[in-house]
């Protein structure tokens, strides 16, 4: 089974940034298209940004479009989560999944990680 693991999370001044990894096992990685949510307390998971597996194509959710940019170094396995601009508002659990072939915004799987926990400040 593929699992992911997330890092890089912290806190950080309103304004700030901050950087996440998602490392992925298989040796299929690069097959994939994979996307970045979020979670707030209190509130439901929610789609963040995804990057496909053939041209690494983009899509964000309009609340991080400008401010946070998606990528993935296939040959590490690994895909990041450049977050700028950071705003209070973004504080939440952060995870990474594999997405569907369909829909670039929707989670392939049903198990999550444990997430990277990102504060912002203000």
């Known amino acids: 089974q593929v699992q992911f693991v997330e890092s890089g999370g912290g806190s950080a001044q309103a304004g700030g940034s901050l950087r996440l990894s998602c490392a992925g096992s298989g040796r299929t990685f690069s097959t994939y298209n994979m996307g970045w949510f979020r979670q707030a307390p209190g509130k439901e998971r929610e789609f963040v940004a995804a990057?496909?597996?053939?041209?690494?194509?983009?899509v964000y959710a309009d609340s991080v479009k400008g401010r946070f940019t998606i990528s993935r170094d296939n040959a590490k396995n690994t895909m990041y989560l450049q977050m700028n601009s950071l705003k209070p508002e973004d504080t939440a659990v952060y995870y990474c999944?594999?997405?569907?072939?369909?829909?670039?915004?929707?989670?392939?799987?049903?198990?999550w990680g444990q997430g990277t926990q990102v504060t912002v400040s203000s």
């Open positions: 999944n594999r997405n569907t072939n369909s829909d670039l915004r929707r989670p392939l799987y049903t198990y």
């Open positions: 990057i496909s597996w053939g041209d690494s194509s983009t």
